[in-house]
């Protein structure tokens, strides 16, 4: 078993309260101690079901399940049946029901359930009527819940109403850890640490590094430069081009192509349209791309018109990715390595990087980061693209045409 700080090992032996939750900085240790303590519940805590919960299925199986040193590996294989489809998970003699959180309709799948124990990965992402839901589906005398996070606004609830909440004293207790509580970072990775404390700017920097609780206000990206990361001239060749669409009615469609060559990525060009058809924005999305190696065009799933009237002229597209305070600390980050720039024919992207600005009252009054959707088109739709296209480690290029023929 890998070396063990001194928090990850606090966490493992008192983490016997009702409610325990581990909150920090990205790669913290969070997650390999909770896959430890989780081991231990298994195997000691009062018989009865258990419960795991991700945003999604593929996440929990992703962050917990299957990743390096996580729960799988920790078992070893043969000693565990997992059934994908189902979510059934079986280890020793414990039954384990593995399921997916990501909305108001989850609270549905645990009703009727009666829990010894829970694990939550990623517990922000929750909605609040699952969690309280869970609370009271886990009544099994003996039996512990445990919640992992990053952190987010100070007015979620998983802050006011558990970490905050004096009348939780007693049912709750919390640790935060930092990258520096992983061993394995600090003795075999401590570049990766003064890299993560430069790519990180405001609010996520606050989080991911420092590890807290913090409300997003100002800019979206004030630390966008026109100096450095607007460009006269663009690379003459590209390993890959993608487009991206956020498709308007009351607003502007805009699409932004993006080019990307030995890591970086450049806005070569936009659109920025209001009042067309659908007839129309497909004329002007064939000119756009005119010309170009295009290697996939993604559109906001819910333009389902728009889409339907591109597949029948035979272009391919996929639903994007929209999370957006993950896509904006993806372009944040992309921004503070200086790894994202754009052509200063794109003026309204430029214009709206100067004007992008979290809705700091809507933040508070929901707990949640929000961002003002006035100026945004733009915003959106590169946001889009690099969640889309860029953001993850091995991507393989569809290395065809966009059209059918």
Sequence with gaps: MAELSKKQLDFLFNSNARINIADGAIRSGKTHVFNLRWLYEIMNAPPGLMLMAGKTIRTLERNVLKSQNGLFDLLGEGNYSYNGS??????????????????????????????????????TLFPKSFIEQLIGRCSVKGGHLFWNCNPDSPFHYIKTDYLDNVEMKGLVKHWRFLMHDNPYLTKNNPEYIEQAEKAFKGVFYQRNVLGEWCNAEGLVYPHFDVKVHVVDKL????????????YGTTHPTAFTMLGEYQGKYYMIKEYYKSGKTNTQLADDLVKFIDGYKINGITVDSAAASFILELRGRGIRVTDC????????????????????????????????????????????????????????????SL???????????????????????
């Excluded at 946001?383 to 023929?405: C, D, L, P, Q, W």
Aim: hydrophobic share 35%.
């Design 86 to 123: 189902t979510g059934e998970l079986v280890i020793g003699d414990r039954k384990i029901i593995c399921i997916g959180a990501s909305d108001e309709r989850s609270e549905n799948k645990i009703r009727g359930m009666t829990l010894v124990s829970a694990l939550c990965d990623e517990v």
């Design 235 to 246: 690379p003459e060749r590209f390993n890959k081009i993608t487009v991206a669409i956020d």
């Design 321 to 380: 990715i929209k999370d957006v305070t993950d896509g904006i600390s993806k372009v944040s980050s992309l921004i503070a390595d200086n790894k994202l720039y754009v052509h200063k024919s794109c003026k309204n992207t430029i214009k709206e990087f100067h004007v992008y600005a979290w809705d700091e009252k809507k933040s508070q009054s929901q707990g949640k980061d929000i961002v003002i959707k006035i100026n945004d088109d733009a915003m959106d």
């Design 383 to 405: 946001r889009y693209n690099i969640m889309t296209f860029h953001n993850v480690k091995k991507i393989e290029a569809v290395n065809r045409s966009i059209f059918g023929f």
